[in-house]
């Protein structure tokens, strides 16, 4: 079982839909990441936050939102999504930034 | 710019066998990653190193920071061994560089 837990595992939506992506931790870690992960690719780097507050952003497109409303929860706007942006969307944290990270399961995206 | 590279892209192994995973990179770091994914998605943390080397039941991560190389072994493999392994190296801060990976498959 990880412990860092995403929801919802598959999101199928449209490219005008608004959805969310959701990560949580209780760990007590006060570090937390968005990854995209395409097939047979590695993980990329596109957010970072620390202490709730937003220490990088990997020049991501604004139709993705992040937001840390705290220590615990990590979530991932999504609005007019293109078909590429259909990947898997990886959550991760960690004690502090540059500590290892804890990997989510991740949520598989589909833009229809 | 830091390059990390994996050998080999894959490889297929029957059960039993000793198991080496390479990885490479070309600048200075203050820690390096070992990774496992299996198909489907989730990430496993297995290591980080930042010198000599670690052991965890069947898996051995070394490192050699002078000659910027390190390796995965697993000893006695087994099917439930078959992921994809990844090298992600740390600069500084939070950001990883991640190698292409290593699909692994241990057949019965």
């Known amino acids: 079982d990880t412990e860092v837990t995403q929801t919802p595992k598959h999101l199928v939506m449209g490219m005008t839909n608004k959805k969310s992506l959701k990560c949580e931790q209780h760990m007590g870690h006060r570090a937390m990441y968005w990854y995209k992960q395409k097939a047979k690719k590695p993980p990329e780097l596109m957010f970072v936050y620390s202490y709730e507050k937003l220490s990088i952003n990997e020049s991501v497109p604004s139709r993705f939102s992040p937001e840390c409303p705290n220590s615990s929860l990590l979530n991932l706007h999504l609005h007019a999504l293109q078909p590429e942006d259909s990947a898997l969307y990886l959550c991760a944290s960690s004690q502090f930034l540059g500590q290892p990270q804890h990997f989510g399961d991740g949520t598989r995206l589909s833009i229809l | 710019k830091n390059e990390v590279e994996q050998s080999p892209q894959n490889l297929t192994a029957q059960e039993g066998e000793f198991i080496t995973i390479n990885c490479s990179y070309s600048v200075g770091i203050s820690a390096l990653h070992w990774l496992q994914q299996h198909p489907g998605g989730g990430i496993v943390s297995l290591f980080m190193l930042s010198s000599g080397k670690k052991k965890h039941g069947r898996l051995i991560a070394t490192i050699n920071i002078q000659e910027k190389h390190s390796s995965l072994h697993i000893t006695a493999s087994h099917p439930r061994d078959s992921a994809v392994y990844i090298c992600?190296?740390?600069?500084?801060?939070?950001?990883?560089?991640f190698g292409e990976g290593t699909q692994l498959t241990v057949n019965p």
């Open positions: 992600a190296t740390q600069t500084s801060g939070s950001r990883l560089t």
